[in-house]
């Protein structure tokens, strides 16, 4: 018998429109003889569109206000055999639609609620990862609005690190909300955007030399194996989301043309953040490498990576043998598993 997939897309952060491409690439290429898929589109407000309009989300990539209250229509996710919950960033990556389906008893595709809000979470992925032995860039903890901490003692942080430096909402992707702040006049704005995103907020010292961007695809449960190293070049300050979404900025090189010790490195530190942070089913690791010294730090876990047939994570997997149809179809199965 078919299996009977809801496709959840969209959400509320500000990787909705992202998340609309990923799914549309999804929809197209899970095999219809064996699986029987209902999209809902998640509106910005959080509301799970009816069908006609959530196909009209797809088509324009612009979801409609109106919809049912995400309570209400949890129930009725019940009458599916799991759920690709094909969404990016907060209110979907991070834990929060992962608890809803685990309480309504549905089994879904990737990481579960403590894997999903810890990779999602900078601050503490980066204290798991600190704590499991993996090199990453010096940052200050993050300062959360309601702490009240003077201007003064947060301009004292950032001197430490040093500048240039990077001011990141703690919860986001898609480089939203990020800033490269080349100097202590530049700080004030870079928090103000951050924390208009978040109410956590990450200071990062930036790699000692410009790093070259190595990315790793984990696919599996408990037994997770790691895809061929990729690489990311472009010309910009960084990798930002005018870089990332506007067509012909970024080029993609896989496998990475590094050596072969720095490829297994980053390949053997990808598996142990996916098992130190408690991850499932499918994970994009990202590396700085700094070719000079030949540090390889590790950036962030992205458990719900940009899933376009042209994105990074689909295309690694590609170079390790799975074609995107069966990748999405191997995805479902991992979800099916019992973990
Ligand atoms: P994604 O879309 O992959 O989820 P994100 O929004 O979580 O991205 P990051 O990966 O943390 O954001 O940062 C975005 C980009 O900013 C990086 O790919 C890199 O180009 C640059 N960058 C971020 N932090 C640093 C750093 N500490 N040193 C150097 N470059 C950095
Ligand atoms: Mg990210
Ligand atoms: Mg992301
Ligand atoms: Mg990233």
Redesign the pocket.
Known sequence: MKKRILLLAGGQSGEHEVSLMSARSVLAALPVDQFDVTPVVISKEGRWLPPTQTLHALETGEAATGGDLVLHRAASAEGYDAVFPILHGPMGEDGTVQGLLTLAGIPFVGSGVLGSAVSMD?VMTKQVLASAGIPQ?RWALAIRRGWQQTPDAVREQAAALGYPL?V?PAN?????G?SKVSGPGELDQALELAFSLDRRVIL????SHR?R?LEVGVLGNDAPVASPVGELSFDAE???YET?YTEGRATMHIPALVPAEVAARARDLALQAFRALDCAGLARV?F?YVEATGELLL??V?TM??FTTTSMYPKLLEAAGLSYSDLVTRLVELALEQR
Do not use: C, H, Q, R
């Open positions: 900078k860039v990077f990141k986001l992707g898609s480089s939203v990020i990062e010292a930036m790699t790093p961007e960084f990798y930002d990332k990202d700085f950036n962030e992205n990576p940009g």
